[in-house]
């Protein structure tokens, strides 16, 4: 690993992290769960918190795309988005679904703050995120999409908002 400069389990767990909480409420895929833990350890995200019936760690199904993440990323079980919104909120995180709504703002004119902690909810393939929790959320961030299909796979929209938010919470550190 040292040929590509990548930390070891012991230096991730010491670095500083992106100011992120990834929320996955009732997520049915274990290799969707794995990949969002591997794109967690790639942007340094604080922590995931797994929520409802999405799977946990260990299982070998989230270990196959994970490849070793949920070893190195912090994680939680809650019973429900809502317990895990509300420990979200208990922590200083503003919380916000990605997920199409009325009144979502596209993620490319979507602003953070210098040191704003952000906690964003995932939810199911097929539904999303619940109504209920949407109503328990600060907002709501939608991925502006051009083609015919109108959602994303839950792991390729973890890449892409984690991959944006990284490169303006980057930018801020920047300038300072």
């Excluded at 274990?30 to 797994?50: C, P, Q, Y």
Aim: aromatic share 8%; proline share 5%.
């Amino acid at each position: 690993m040292l040929e590509l400069e990548r930390l070891s389990p012991g230096d991730f767990e010491t670095a500083k992290k992106m100011p992120l909480i990834v929320i996955l409420e009732n997520v049915r895929s274990m290799h969707n769960v794995g990949s969002v833990f591997r794109t967690a350890d790639a942007f340094r995200v604080e922590m995931v918190l797994l929520c409802g019936y999405t799977p946990q760690p260990p299982h070998r199904d989230i270990q196959k795309t994970a490849l070793g993440a949920t070893e190195t990323v912090v994680w939680k079980a809650f019973p429900s988005a809502l317990e895990a919104i509300t420990e979200a909120k208990r922590l200083g995180y503003r919380v916000y679904a990605v997920e199409q709504t009325h009144e979502s703002q596209h993620l490319n004119s979507f602003k953070v703050s210098p040191n704003e902690h952000l906690a964003l909810v995932f939810g199911n393939e097929a539904m999303g995120v619940e109504e209920g929790t949407l109503t328990h959320c600060d907002g709501a961030i939608e991925i502006p999409q051009f083609g015919t299909k109108h959602s994303f796979n839950i792991s390729v929209s973890a890449g892409i908002v984690l991959w944006d938010l990284f490169n303006k919470i980057q930018l801020h550190e920047e300038n300072k």
